[in-house]
């Protein structure tokens, strides 16, 4: 899913892994850029290629997984992946609920636990 709004972009990816994240490359490769991606599949290290990452080139991740969850996610790997890049990320596990508001030139994101604050324009 992507959501655009003025100047703001943003893409929903559920629970897509590579070979999804790869026919998405392919078929839709000038419209993947985004100011926000809602991490693949928890943070699975079957998701967020880095193929995937360079096409979406987000300005921050956002990544839903819970606490101490049984799967290990997100996966150590994904989050380098992401680092590498100087993406910050956001971690429901670890910041709590996350908001993200945006008049489609300036979003502002804010979690819940650990209080980060984090203000930008958009392009």
Do not use: C
């Not at 380098?80 to 890049?85: A, F, N, P, Q």
């Amino acid at each position: 899913l992507k959501l655009k709004y003025k100047a703001y972009d943003e893409i929903l990816t559920g629970d897509i892994e590579k070979q999804e994240e790869e026919k998405i490359n392919n078929k839709y490769t000038d419209y993947l850029n985004s100011d926000i991606i809602k991490v693949p599949h928890h943070g699975s290290n079957s998701s967020s290629t880095k193929e995937f990452i360079e096409y979406v080139m987000p300005r921050l991740a956002v990544i839903s997984s819970g606490r101490n969850n049984r799967f290990g996610h997100p996966h150590k790997e994904v989050l380098e992946r992401y680092m590498d890049y100087d993406i910050p990320i956001f971690n429901t596990s670890k910041d709590g609920a996350i908001t993200i508001k945006t008049d489609g030139h300036n979003m502002g994101i804010s979690t819940y636990y650990s209080k980060k604050q984090i203000f930008l324009g958009i392009k």
